[in-house]
């Protein structure tokens, strides 16, 4: 499974990242970074919503529910970068 084998490399970019706040770095990071860090969340998210779905609730509204987290991770981006992650596929 993907997670099994993307597991330690993201554990060790947390820690790395960790390491570079405690020593107050700015990472500077390149504009692929946000998309592929946004990516990299939102695949977590929506994961862990569906292990832990309530069980009353149908696919299409789990659909419902994923697509509207996303749209607020979107939201979330564009008022505090001014990125519009639906134009990092395009």
Same mark, same amino acid.
Request: charge should be negative.
């Given at each position: &499974?993907?997670? #099994?084998? +993307?597991?330690?490399? !993201? +554990?060790? !970019? %947390?820690? =790395?990242?960790? =390491?570079?706040? !405690?020593?107050? /770095? #700015?990472?500077? $990071?390149? #504009? @692929? /970074? ?10 977590? +998210? +929506?994961? #862990? &919503? $569906? @292990?832990?779905?309530? =069980?009353?609730?149908? *696919?299409? %509204?789990? !659909?419902? *529910?994923?697509g509207n987290a996303g749209n607020e991770i979107r939201e979330i981006i564009r008022k505090y970068t001014g990125e519009?992650?639906?134009? $990092? $596929?395009?």
């Amino acid at each position: &499974m993907i997670g #099994k084998k +993307l597991s330690p490399i !993201i +554990l060790d !970019i %947390e820690k =790395q990242i960790m =390491q570079a706040d !405690i020593y107050g /770095v #700015k990472p500077n $990071y390149d #504009k @692929e /970074v946000l998309r592929a860090s946004g990516a990299l969340f939102i695949h977590a +998210l +929506l994961d #862990k &919503m $569906y @292990e832990n779905r309530r =069980q009353d609730l149908t *696919m299409d %509204e789990m !659909i419902k *529910m994923s697509g509207n987290a996303g749209n607020e991770i979107r939201e979330i981006i564009r008022k505090y970068t001014g990125e519009d992650s639906h134009d $990092y $596929y395009k």
